[in-house]
């Protein structure tokens, strides 16, 4: 069984909570159990861990590959605008990642369009809701399948 870590960035334990016209109304606990579900129908373990701390992320995604994940799904949150930490993790790791944003960063403030970690990212999903995390693993799937 191939392995997938979703990792959650700053504020993302919030969902479901405020800001439902950018988030949805789902909490994150509802969104980790449907792509848990949804992973055990593509043969997938699915991980996942939020952490409101830039070096937690980045200690997450360096232990990745000793974990034995394969993939990583990624919404970085607010430091997706901001951290080269977090960038070169993802870098150094050498993983595919897949980054995933629940709101359209491109129809929002201007200082969203720039995402940090875009340009190493194998695929990007943004503005569907929650469904994004979703359509990353179905294509998380489709990936590993192919390589
Ligand atoms: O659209 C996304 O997924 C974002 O990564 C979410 C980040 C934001 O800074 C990015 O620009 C786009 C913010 C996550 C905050 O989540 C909250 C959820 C509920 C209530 C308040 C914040």
Request: charged share 20%.
């Amino acid at each position: 069984m191939h392995k997938v870590i979703v990792i959650q960035g700053p504020n993302l334990n919030l969902l479901g909570e405020r800001e439902q016209h950018h988030y949805g109304t789902a909490t994150l606990e509802q969104i980790h159990s449907a792509l848990r579900e949804e992973g055990k129908k593509l043969g997938l373990e699915v991980h996942d861990v939020q952490s409101n701390h830039e070096g937690e992320l980045v200690d997450v995604i360096q232990s990745s590959r000793n974990r034995g994940f394969q993939a990583i799904i990624i919404n970085p949150a607010a430091y997706t605008h901001t951290s080269v930490a977090i960038r070169d993790a993802l870098a150094a790791v050498g993983l595919p990642y897949f980054e995933v944003h629940i709101s359209n960063i491109h129809s929002r403030e201007e200082f969203r369009k720039k995402s940090l970690v875009s340009d190493g990212a194998s695929g990007i999903i943004a503005g569907f809701g929650p469904y994004g995390y979703t359509l990353a693993l179905m294509g998380v799937h489709r990936f590993i399948q192919n390589s």
